[in-house]
């Protein structure tokens, strides 16, 4: 009995192992998911630059360095292939700080975006790849992009500021015009993107994915406050409120108004989710 019993556990953690083993992406998968999601950037007249998709939406991040000063940008989508094709994106968010910008596609399609990992899970020595652009359009025509560059490496360092990770460490070969594209984990999940590189050594940086969700997930808001005339400074108002987000959100938000005067307590009311704003009648 204890024999059999043996062999059936052996041949389980087989099987256990084999599927395992084949949920784990190729290399050549890896690469196909980095080229379709990342796209060449162009401002003006510098074209030099990166940008990935993170919703198929058409809202990609890229270096704020890259964009900045600026309101507009064009993105090309599979550059120096014969589907090449640029699109106008808007900058709708941007912090010097980070170095990070959200750029938002206007036209009505659907992006290969990258799946987000967790940079909890990050330590050095992983296997990552980055992509990007590193030299540009040197050498090629007005109207002519260069193909993407994928590099592989492993994390050399991760760079903690105040307890929290900053900056993820890596020796993947990239250049200045990689600045803005992926870098991804062993599994293909977009960990980070590259913002810097120090040049004559191959120290190369990126800001980690967590550092990507908290400046994506804020939400921007917009109030709508009525004008109350004296006769009618007792009487219930109308008081609106739009939440928007850059990603669509898993659930609503919930949303309180907070009337502060200096005569009186301040008071807190709960607004109400109708359509696409939060609403709340107030004297």
């Not at 799946?115 to 992983?126: T, W």
């Not at 359009?137 to 500021?161: C, H, N, Q």
């Not at 938000?253 to 502060?260: A, Q, S």
Request: hydrophobic residues 45%; aromatic residues 6%; neutral net charge.
């Amino acid at each position: 009995m204890k024999s059999k019993l043996g062999l059936g556990c052996m041949i389980l953690l087989m099987v256990i192992a084999t599927t395992a083993s084949a949920q784990e992406p190729s290399r050549a998968e890896i690469v196909k998911r980095l080229k379709a999601a990342t796209v060449f950037l162009e401002v003006g007249e510098r074209r030099d630059g990166a940008a990935v998709c993170l919703h198929e939406s058409g809202v990609f991040v890229t270096s704020e360095q890259r964009v900045r000063g600026q309101k507009e940008v064009t993105l090309v989508r599979d550059p120096s292939l014969p589907s090449q094709k640029a699109f106008t994106a808007r900058i709708v968010r941007a912090d010097a700080a980070l170095d990070l910008a959200i750029l938002q596609v206007e036209t009505k399609a659907v992006w290969p975006a990258l799946s987000r990992g967790a940079s909890d899970d990050l330590v050095e020595q992983n296997e990552v790849f980055a992509a990007g652009f590193p030299f540009g359009t040197d050498d090629l025509g007005k109207d002519e992009y260069p193909a993407i560059s994928v590099t592989a490496g492993k994390i050399s360092a991760l760079r903690r500021s105040k307890g929290e990770l900053d900056r993820i460490q890596m020796d993947a070969g990239v250049a200045l015009g990689a600045s803005g594209g992926p870098l991804v984990d062993s599994q293909g999940k977009l960990i980070g993107f590259i913002v810097s590189n120090v040049k004559g050594m191959a120290v190369n940086l990126a800001v980690p994915v967590s550092r990507i969700e908290t400046f994506v997930a804020a939400p921007e808001v917009q109030v709508e406050a009525p004008m109350v005339s004296f006769e009618d400074r007792f009487k219930a108002a109308s008081f609106r409120v739009k939440v928007l987000t850059l990603l669509p959100a898993s659930t609503p938000f919930e949303v309180e108004l907070l009337l502060d005067a200096t005569t009186a307590r301040p008071r807190l009311f709960l607004m109400k989710l109708e359509h696409t704003e939060y609403r709340v009648a107030a004297p």
